[in-house]
């Protein structure tokens, strides 16, 4: 199970801090992903970090300005999301990935939180 939370109101060229709380696996052997969707727009990656958090992706939309983390102690993953913009605005979902090759897409998570909503004013 996972549960997203820390999502919120924030003014644009602000920040805000993602969490994902696991539970029931072995969290350490799920590479651990972001993605969000705004209204009406499909799901999109927004970054991933791998199992032991040695390596980390990220969309270019979000580049130097996300980070993702995680605490395999405390079974728990982070975003830390910098200069927000109003088209960061979205609902933003973790979700968990079991295969050996870390990946983006979306079809290939296996497990997903229930979303948390940012919303970024201008």
């Known amino acids: 199970q996972l549960q997203a939370s820390g999502g919120g109101l924030v003014q644009a060229g602000g920040s805000l801090r993602l969490s994902c709380a696991a539970s029931?696996?072995?969290?350490?052997?799920?590479?651990m992903g972001w993605f969000r969707q705004a209204p009406g727009k499909e799901r999109d990656f927004v970054a991933v970090?791998?199992?032991?958090?040695?390596?980390?992706y990220y969309a270019d939309s979000v580049k130097d300005r996300f980070t993702a983390s995680r605490d395999n102690a405390r079974n728990t993953v982070y975003l830390q999301m910098n200069s927000l913009k109003p088209e960061d605005t979205a609902v933003y979902y973790c979700a968990a990935d079991r295969s050996a090759v870390v990946g983006t897409r979306f079809s290939r998570y296996d497990y997903w939180g229930q979303g948390t909503l940012v919303t970024v004013s201008s």
């Open positions: 029931g696996r072995t969290f350490s052997n799920y590479h």
């Open positions: 970090i791998t199992r032991s958090g040695g390596n980390t």
